[in-house]
């Protein structure tokens, strides 16, 4: 399975950098590439109310750019705070199942919650985020072991202690979904 990671809006190269060479370390039988292009951020998604943009308006472009992409799923990158009409924010989204995901970076940043910048700290959480929202478009729901990577993050502290990891179950339903792509 091929993952492009695509850029959308303004994202730092050394965070797309993170997310392509951690991806296939967790998900079998996986190569990444960065995009070259980036996708302006849609300026009809942004909610001048809450100061947010709605994720699955993004989405819908990162989907559109998919289908003739050629890569099996596309990952969008965002350092925009995203959010769906039923929570306050949301740090991703993905069509379940589909071949398209979005991941926020806005909230994952250490300096976000008051903390100082840590590169790695975002970097890891970065990288949890990612193969979360790409098991969803492999059909993986939601978890309820709290240290697998496809437990819900409900808040920065639920990302920060699940583990970037499948559990044993979730491995395997993503191993026999990446095989069955072929």
Not at 2 to 22: C, F, H, Q, R, W
Not at 50 to 74: D, K, M, P, T
Not at 100 to 122: I, M, Q, Y
């Amino acid at each position: 399975m091929t993952v492009g990671i695509l850029p959308v809006g303004n994202v730092e190269a050394k965070n797309l950098l993170s997310i392509k060479d951690g991806l296939p370390k967790i998900l079998p039988k996986t190569t990444t590439r960065i995009i070259d292009e980036s996708l302006p951020l849609p300026l009809n998604a942004y909610d001048k109310k809450r100061g947010q943009y709605r994720s699955n308006q993004i989405l819908a472009s990162v989907q559109a750019y998919a289908l003739n992409s050629g890569f099996c799923r596309v990952l969008g990158v965002l350092d925009a705070d995203v959010f769906v009409p039923e929570l306050n924010f949301v740090f991703g989204e993905a069509t379940f199942p589909g071949n398209s995901a979005l991941v926020s970076l806005w909230r994952l940043k250490p300096e976000f919650h008051g903390d100082p910048v840590n590169v790695k700290l975002l970097a890891e959480r970065s990288l949890k985020e990612a193969v979360h929202e790409v098991g969803h478009t492999l059909g993986l729901k939601h978890c309820q072991r709290s240290s697998c990577v496809m437990h819900f993050s409900n808040s920065i502290f639920d990302t920060d202690k699940k583990q970037s990891l499948f559990c044993d179950e979730c491995f395997m339903q993503a191993a026999i979904a990446i095989d069955c792509l072929k």
